[in-house]
């Protein structure tokens, strides 16, 4: 069974940085692309960065370069670094899965399998 968790969000102020955290059950999580998204209230679900199984990163435009993405295969882990908060950040961060592997990074929802529950980021100014 494949359950990715996050965690790692919160109320934060503008300007501060957080680090947010995604753990995926499965024993094949070294093969997986995982992803990060995030949706504000009103606003349709945003691809922000992924990351494949060779560490490869793929950026949604929104990241700004203020977003890193990272991987632990021993943790089974993929973390999201946000740097310089900005209001517009705050959203319902998701993990996702996309467990078929290769070196396909993709960017649209759709495509991938398993989700999170979220966690909230808030953004105060």
């Known amino acids: 069974q494949v359950q990715p968790v996050e965690s790692g969000g919160g109320l934060v102020q503008a300007g501060d940085s957080l680090r947010l955290s995604c753990v995926v059950s499965?024993?094949?999580?070294?093969?997986?692309?995982i992803a990060w998204f995030r949706q504000a209230p009103g606003e349709e679900r945003e691809f922000i960065a992924a990351?494949?199984?060779?560490?490869?990163?793929n950026y949604g435009g929104s990241a700004e370069g203020r977003f890193t993405i990272a991987r632990d295969n021993e943790k089974n882990t993929v973390s999201l670094q946000i740097d310089a908060l900005k209001p517009e950040d705050a959203a319902i961060y998701y993990c996702?899965?996309?467990?078929?592997?290769?070196?396909?990074?993709?960017?649209?929802?759709?495509?991938?399998?398993?989700w999170g529950q979220g966690t909230q980021v808030t953004v105060s100014s």
């Open positions: 499965g024993k094949s999580f070294m093969y997986y692309t």
């Open positions: 996702a899965v996309y467990p078929t592997g290769g070196l396909n990074i993709p960017t649209i929802s759709s495509q991938y399998d398993y």
């Open positions: 990351i494949n199984w060779r560490h490869t990163a």
